[in-house]
């Protein structure tokens, strides 16, 4: 398991500045003569200091100048307790014209944006896909809401629903740029209503807090509400600003936050610049994987390790309306921890795609702990591509994800996932090998596929020393005390076969049949017409199907299901290191980030598991017969 920083004040002795809406920035910053805007505070705090934020909302973004020195002696920028503190990447406009039918126009001189006018910046990247049409980092609100930014200027006029969009209504809700050598030219449809009797916002600012250099460490980030971010694609082999982000530095906590509204990522854990900035973009003549070994290579010479990177805890975040990622990092997420966090409404607008688009992105999840996140109505679920190694991924709950609820693409292992709930029509997406699965519940089918054509590395243990590279032939994987059961769309073929890629797409374990490499599983439990695989020891087989249902009622979420005794009478095991073995590319254990075994002996609700014989799938012992089960 990951560090887990602390939530108290930073310092015993350091300071506390305040910040109001009433406030001046020549004032002290004491309770009494609070600042005007974060950013003065910024300039001021030390480490060990700590920046209280009262109620009201601070247009700006937060750049801050310098981190703390330690985890007791941190910068800890926080919403004074029980106010609401909103940064905003938006400003308030007015003076729109009457232009045709329901559509407004408002020209701004290109001097109200300063240095960054987001109506000139296209979204590009590596591994980025336009379809064929541009896209600004800018954007339009109307009362909070976003609308969709049109190619052109008769999309507006005349919209019409866009066919891959969550929202077919609302995306009929339309707005539209041009950009001269004076003026910003918006154009939008607001459908009868009046924009200057309304709120109107605009996105001016790239991000929300986010430091101009990397190194900035030691920062605590909590309470805040943070929206409208001119956010640009954030690729693996490019500086990822987000609304929210850490800047390639190390020891950040970000926790209790709201952050919706980025044009592309909510919160970023990614790489510096320096390392490379879309670097295929640039140089397409060499492949995309071989840029990003290049990558690898420039940040291991310029001292990426645990003493400098990572280590970051992201928890209890809501994370909303972002159209690439909620959370993401390329190598700046190493030895970190994800926990607790609502990710939800990721990709619905789907005006653009690309490779890099999922609730959780990361690359190179070194050590890094995955746990207890609900993350739903997103393209995929989890996307751990590349590097996940020592990764543990754990007790997540994923449902309504278009893709898929968890893709693990060309890692080697040792990572383990365990007591989630996949519950998409798709839960696994499995293009690596070394992974051991264990106690998870798993309603849609599984993607299984090798990929020789990459050849992609693997570290040395707990550290990000290079120790080596090899393509994904496909198994060595450990499924231990799974359910699998059928997802509920009758549609859905229980198995695919794609010959030409030695592709497998079905329900249960069978789609691992044709994998070179050996699987090793015990004590899987299969719904009605789901295959085990070939090889498998002692599966059993549910005597009827659970029927189960997922229930959202108001914040809470519950699984409905009916279960019989065939779950207290399996033959299982107690997953451990000792059980598991070693990864046959890395050659390393499963076992703990320091070093020490480690033993899967709680469930997905934190319960202790029977030493024994534990229960198969997430819940030790539900019962049996009808069951509703309090899962978020």
């Known amino acids: 398991m990951a560090s887990s920083p602390s939530s108290a004040p930073s310092a015993l002795f350091g300071r506390e500045y305040h910040v109001a809406t009433t406030g001046h920035d020549a004032h002290a910053g004491t309770a009494a003569q609070p600042l005007r805007t974060i950013s003065a505070a910024a300039a001021l705090a030390q480490p060990g200091d700590t920046i209280t934020v009262h109620a009201g909302v601070y247009r700006e973004r937060v750049t801050p100048p310098r981190g703390g020195t330690s985890d007791t002696r941190r910068i800890v920028y926080q919403a004074a307790p029980g106010e609401t503190v909103t940064i905003k990447g938006s400003e308030e406009v007015c003076g729109w014209q009457p232009f045709q039918g329901e559509v407004w126009k408002l020209s701004l001189s290109n001097a109200f ?3 960054y006018n987001p109506y000139q910046d296209r979204i590009a990247g590596d591994w980025f896909d336009d379809k064929g049409r541009p896209h600004h980092t800018g954007e339009v609100y109307l009362n909070g809401k976003s609308l969709y930014e049109a190619a052109r200027l008769d999309d507006v006029l005349r919209p019409q629903p866009h066919p891959r969009s969550r929202d077919p209504e609302g995306s009929r809700w339309t707005w539209y740029c041009e950009v001269d050598g004076t003026h910003t030219h918006l154009f939008a449809n607001f459908h009868g209503k009046d924009p200057n009797a309304e709120c109107v916002e605009i996105n001016v600012r790239d991000a929300c807090f986010y430091p101009a250099a990397p190194g900035c460490d030691y920062i605590t980030v909590r309470g805040f509400r943070m929206c409208h971010a001119a956010t640009q694609w954030a690729a693996p ?19 209790h936050n709201v952050i919706s509204d980025s044009k592309c990522s909510g919160i970023t854990l990614g790489k510096d610049r320096a390392t490379g900035h879309n670097v295929w973009s640039a140089d397409p003549a060499k492949d995309g994987s071989i840029h990003y070994i290049e990558v ?12 400098t990177i990572g280590s970051h805890v992201v928890r209890a975040n809501v994370i909303s309306d ?35 688009i999922a609730g959780i992105k990361l690359h190179a999840a070194i050590d890094v702990l995955i746990r207890g996140n609900r993350i739903h109505n997103a393209c995929r679920g989890m996307w751990l591509d590349w590097m996940a190694q020592g990764t543990r991924i754990s007790a997540n709950l994923c449902y309504d994800n278009t893709t898929e609820d968890l893709f693990m693409e060309v890692n080697h292992g040792p990572f383990l996932v365990d007591n989630n709930l996949l519950l998409s029509g798709i839960s696994l997406n499995d293009m690596s090998q070394g992974g051991t699965y264990a106690h998870n519940l798993l309603v849609g089918r599984i993607d299984s ?16 020393n290079l120790a080596g590279c090899s393509a994904i032939h496909g198994g060595d994987d450990r499924f231990y005390n799974n359910l699998f059961l059928t997802g509920t769309d009758p549609g859905q073929p229980l198995a695919e076969r794609y010959p030409n890629a030695q592709r497998e797409l079905g329900f249960g374990l069978q789609v691992f049949d044709r994998r070179p490499l050996p699987l090793h599983t015990a004590g899987n ?29 108001g914040a809470a979420v519950y699984v409905q299901l009916t279960l019989g005794p065939e779950l207290r009478q399996a033959a299982t095991v107690r997953v451990t290191t000792a059980l598991l073995g070693c990864a046959r590319i890395s050659g390393l254990p499963y076992e703990s980030p320091d070093g020490t075994p480690l033993t899967v002996d709680t469930d997905y609700r934190g319960e202790p598991r029977d030493a024994i014989r534990p229960t198969a799938g997430p819940f030790e012992l539900p019962g049996e017969g009808p069951r509703k089960l309090k899962v978020w």
Request: proline fraction near 6%; hydrophobic fraction near 35%.
């Open 322 to 356: 972002c159209e690439q990622t909620g959370i993401c990092g390329s190598l700046g997420a190493v030895f970190s921890e994800i926990a607790d966090n609502h990710i939800h409404r990721i990709w619905t607008k789907r005006q653009f795609d690309g490779f890099e």
């Open 113 to 115: 944006f300063g240095a």
């Open 237 to 255: 082999t490019a500086e990822q600003i987000g609304l929210l982000g850490t800047h390639w530095s190390k020891g950040w906590v970000i926790e």
């Open 296 to 307: 690898i290579e420039r940040a291991l010479a310029a001292g990426w390790s645990r003493e």
């Open 525 to 553: 439990g299969y719904g009605p017409g789901v295959t085990p695989h070939g090889r498998e020891t002692q599966p059993f087989t549910l005597a009827a199907d659970p029927a189960l249902r997922l229930v959202e009622e």
């Open 449 to 464: 596929q090798p990929e020789p054509n990459r050849s992609t590395p693997f570290h040395a243990a707990h550290a990000t």
